[in-house]
């Protein structure tokens, strides 16, 4: 097992979302156990994103309101160098791709199926509220 780091949204429902994804390509992450992207997204390559260090994460989700770093397992890490491209958010919701140019922040792999562990840091309020 290998130890990284998955940012997510807690809803008004206390469920934990896909930070920047909704549907279609949205995921709902269950402490404890398993998850995987949708086929489709999996069968191109895709998988749920996580940061190799805290400290990368935390810098990523800090800006955002209402979200978390949690500290996860995963089985599989696909390092930032042979990632798939970038895909737009817009798209991704409709159950597309559109490929946009920019690049992964630093630390970002992908990982085929992660297990969320324990909360590591929450931001319940947006900077400056």
């Known amino acids: 097992m290998k130890t990284v780091y998955k940012i997510v949204l807690r809803d008004p429902g206390g469920r934990l979302l896909s930070p920047f994804i909704s549907g279609k390509a949205a995921i709902e992450y269950i402490p404890g156990e398993w998850i995987g992207t949708p086929e489709w997204l999996a069968s191109r390559g895709y998988y ?18 209402h979200l978390q770093v949690w500290e996860a397992e995963a089985l599989l890490i696909i390092e930032r160098d042979n990632l798939p491209p970038p895909l737009c958010l817009k798209s991704l919701k409709a159950g597309s791709f559109k490929q946009i140019f920019v690049t992964w922040p630093i630390d970002t792999v992908m990982v085929p199926k992660i297990r969320l562990i324990r909360p590591c840091a ?8």
Request: hydrophobic content about 45%; aromatic content about 20%; cysteine-free.
């Open 48 to 65: 749920p994103l996580a940061y190799k260090s805290f400290e990368a994460a935390f810098g990523q989700a800090a800006p955002f309101a």
């Open 122 to 129: 929450a931001f319940p309020n947006h900077p400056g509220e």
